[in-house]
């Protein structure tokens, strides 16, 4: 009730300031829900046919199909997309902390994915970051789940839910493999470990499949789910490139004017890729820079540099930063458990030292370190319980 209400609260909020809760990404994502709706497939334009995850804008689609068309209308039903889809990822997120940490640690991640600002505040932007942080949470449950059980069918739903973060996410496309590990360790004997291992890729594969062919049909290549690695590539190693996001900055190399999606895709790798051959010392500071802005305690983002946000910052994002350390190491124990939790942020350091990095790419990690960081918190209720002889729910 405490998640819910904050989050109507801040979608509200939103709602009465739309120009502040616009962003460029937001625009793609209504283009290519309108698109949808209107049965031309999860397109931006007719240059652009394969450049958008397509998750996320089917999602929205519902409102013009019911016919809420309008910039506002499209919205609100994006917040109230991800409000639903926020109030579901904070569930996954106690269950993963119920094991690390007992009832009572479930309850302190709760409260903490509750109310945390900034992870509050992307449930008011119509962008992929909710819907991706829910999808893979319950991605990681579900498989923690199958261990338990030796259930097939929580691998199936595992490998659906990833497949599903996937396409809201295309980042995600190599998370399975982070992943996979905990099959291997946990699941035994070793014909039983191979059968989860194929049950897990082959549901995936399976799920991925539609869109590959759709973009195979329309591009004449295989891209599992989108373009536009080529620009953000571009974007992340060109001469302007200092770790942050700049499309507009972009000089973008000589191209026929007749030049195809995928061609002009291919162009953009080559010439980022030949970047990092060039020079890869800067390279190398550059993923230096990317680190450093996507793990910032404060945001970079224009219009919240000001000292009440700075101040805000410091005091909800530095505690669960140090909390989320000393409950890693309460963890240490629990190897299979500790990496799962970990896996998205793994996932989000590894990638973000590639591209751009933004305090907006690690929104899904946050997740985890706030399980760990309530089970540091546990660990000194446990301690203290232990030292006046009482008895801690969850210990």
């Known amino acids: 009730m405490i998640a ?3 989050r109507i609260a801040m979608c509200l909020y939103a709602a009465g300031q739309p120009v502040r809760f616009d962003y460029p990404d937001s625009q793609r994502y209504l283009a290519v829900a309108r698109n949808i709706a209107a049965g031309d497939g999860p397109m931006e334009s007719a240059a652009v046919r394969c450049g958008t995850d397509p998750g996320y804008p089917y999602l929205l689609a519902i409102a013009p199909l019911m016919g809420r068309g309008s910039t506002d209308e499209l919205m609100n039903w994006g917040r109230v997309v991800n409000t639903i889809l926020g109030l579901l990822a904070i569930v996954a997120a106690m269950r993963l902390a119920r094991r690390a940490a007992g009832v009572l640690g479930a309850v302190v991640a709760g409260l903490i994915m509750a109310l945390d600002p900034i992870f509050l505040f992307f449930h008011a ?7 991706f942080t829910c999808l893979i949470l319950w991605g990681s449950e579900w498989l923690l789940r199958a261990i338990e059980t030796r259930r097939m069918g929580y691998v199936v739903l595992s490998a659906a839910a990833l497949a599903g973060g996937t396409l809201t996410r295309s980042s995600g496309l190599l998370f399975p493999l982070l992943l996979l590990p905990v099959i291997f360790v946990e699941w035994y004997p070793p014909r039983q470990t191979w ?11 399976l799920a991925l499949l539609p869109t590959a062919i759709r973009n195979y049909h329309i591009l004449g290549a295989f891209v599992p789910v989108r373009t536009g690695l080529g620009g953000t590539l571009l974007d992340s190693f060109g001469p302007w490139a200092d770790g942050g996001t700049g499309m507009q900055r972009i000089i973008w190399p000589v191209m026929r004017s007749v030049a195809g999606e995928y061609e002009r895709e291919t162009i953009c790798c080559r010439a980022a890729f030949e970047r990092i051959r060039e020079d890869p010392a800067r390279a190398i500071a550059l993923a230096g820079a990317k680190l450093k802005r996507t793990w910032s305690i404060v945001p970079h983002a224009p219009g919240y540099g000001g000292r009440w946000y700075r101040a805000i910052a410091w005091v909800t994002v530095l505690p669960v930063y140090v909390l989320a350390v000393v409950g890693a190491w309460r963890s240490r124990g629990r190897g299979v458990l500790l990496y799962t939790i970990l896996a998205p942020a793994i996932l989000v350091t590894i990638l973000h030292c590639v591209i751009v990095g933004s305090v907006r790419y690690r929104v899904p990690a946050m997740p985890g370190l706030f399980v760990l ?6 660990g000194f209720f446990a301690r203290r319980g232990r030292s006046d002889g009482t008895e801690q729910i969850g210990a």
Not at 125 to 131: F, S
Not at 195 to 205: N, Q, R, S
Not at 373 to 378: K, L, Y
Request: aromatic share 12%.
């Open 195 to 205: 059968a989860a291992a194929g049950a897990f890729f082959l549901t995936y594969a």
């Open 4 to 6: 819910a209400a904050a």
């Open 373 to 378: 960081a309530a089970t540091g918190i546990t």
């Open 125 to 131: 932007l119509v962008l992929t970051e909710i819907a």
